[in-house]
């Protein structure tokens, strides 16, 4: 298993300057943006893709570092109602699919999106609860519009043999392990979970269990190493669906965390064994959102941690059990 880095908190350093420094921390893997929410400061897509002799440069520069890219990103809604914002999305995934295939990547990382309540509306609408009856209506609308969307995805990713890891997440169509493995069954192997552990935690959900879950089905293509701790006193009064903002920390219910300050180290060396029971042996991706610290000492207290939890080898026969 391999520890990894989601690029953007380095936006301020060339693609060359965040290999150096990360190499310097012992990390193995990067995931650099190409598009949409993470942008593309490492990794320019329309600079790269097509282009023979740039993607040589970056192979030659990861050779050089000693690392290599587990993924690509590029987070957006291309379920999106408005024409234009959807199309954007579409091309920025389909050619992030195209470039991870002429990179040698094997996988690209993304949101499910969300569409619209019904084809008239003109925002995406998240949808909680089944009642009132036309809630449920609108859920069942959008899944239409997903299962069309994913099918035609998956396909093209198929035919540039790239998997598609889907971030659970809120304001998004799939942002639990139920709707992920339902969107998978109903489009194709290609679509899977890119797990990311820091939206299902203040959900109440289980991590090991979820897990255990997406591991069954073989839908684990990523995994997010990100962290978030509830904060009681908040969350007793207003339950954990908070708007407030992200920067207002003393008053939100729940905040996104470095690795170890929203669980311990115990905790995480129990993802790194459950992913290893359930037979993923990818790339753990640290993703940095911790407004508590700065960026890099974010990354390197994670890094500290995971490095010590991570298995470096592989399983060695059970002689014990002859």
């Known amino acids: 298993m391999q520890l990894g880095v989601h690029t953007p908190p380095l936006a301020d350093e060339s693609l060359e300057g965040a290999l150096s420094y990360l190499a310097e921390q012992g990390v193995d893997a990067l995931e650099p943006g190409v598009g949409g929410h993470p942008g593309q400061d490492h990794l320019p897509r329309a600079e790269y893709l097509h282009d023979a002799d740039a993607q040589a440069a970056v192979h030659d520069l990861l050779e050089e570092y000693g690392l290599e890219i587990s993924a690509l990103a590029t987070h957006n809604n291309p379920l999106h109602p408005d024409d234009e914002r959807a199309a954007t999305a579409d091309t920025e995934l389909r050619e992030a699919i195209e470039l991870a295939d002429q990179l040698d990547v094997g996988v690209v990382t993304c949101f499910s999106g969300l569409p619209a309540g019904g084809p008239d509306d003109e925002v995406p609408n998240w949808i909680t609860a089944p009642w009132p009856p036309e809630h449920d209506e609108a859920l069942s609308y959008q899944w239409d519009v997903a299962v069309d969307y994913w099918t035609d995805i998956a396909a093209h990713a198929d035919e540039h043999d790239v998997d598609v890891a889907i971030e ?93 300050y929203g669980h311990g180290e115990t905790h995480w060396k129990d993802i790194v064994s459950t992913l290893r029971m359930v037979g993923y042996d990818g790339t753990l991706s640290i993703e940095h959102e911790d407004s508590l610290t700065s960026s890099r000492e974010g990354l390197e207290k994670a890094i500290d941690l995971l490095q010590r939890a991570l298995f470096e080898t592989e399983p060695g026969e059970a002689y014990w059990a002859e």
């Open 168 to 260: 659970m997440h809120p304001n998004m169509l799939v942002y639990e392990p139920h709707g992920m493995a339902r969107l998978r069954e109903e489009t194709g192997e290609r679509i899977g979970a890119n797990f990311d552990p820091s939206h299902l935690y203040w959900q109440g959900i289980t991590i090991s269990d979820a897990i255990r879950y997406l591991g069954e089905r073989d839908a684990i293509h990523h995994v997010h190493a990100k962290d978030t701790k509830i904060y009681d006193a908040q969350a007793r009064e207003k339950g954990v669906l908070d708007t407030t903002a992200y920067d207002d920390e003393p008053n939100r219910s729940w905040l996104f965390r470095s690795v170890g």
